[in-house]
């Protein structure tokens, strides 16, 4: 079984990006697996915005997996986040985090709390 990168890579390959075949647009072409992934070959070309909803359609845009991840200062639990580099689960501790890390500029790097 492949991985879900490789199914992707295999219709890259195969299928050239041409034009949207919902609207016609040539920007911002994106292949849509609207089979799942396993079924490699079946992909229409879409344009970004047609993408999205198609994809809105079928319910699943906006609710790719997320990790749950440990909040560096409280260190609780949180998934609820916007991007990749979120490290805090709420403003109060993102706030926390600004003060800590100006007061290891200010005062050296010292373990400030």
Known sequence: MLTPAA?????QRAIPLTKCEE??????LQ???YNGLENALDV????QKCHTKADMKL??????????KKCVICHSEFSNYSHSK???C???CWS???RQNAMKRWHGSKDVD
């Open 23 to 28: 609207c016609g647009s040539m920007e911002r």
């Open 44 to 47: 229409k070309i879409l344009c």
């Open 90 to 92: 709420s403003k109060e």
């Open 7 to 11: 199914y992707r890579k295999r219709a």
């Open 59 to 68: 319910g699943k845009w906006g609710q790719g997996p997320r990790k749950i």
């Open 96 to 98: 926390e985090l600004a």
């Open 31 to 33: 292949r849509h697996h």
């Open 86 to 88: 979120v490290v805090t």
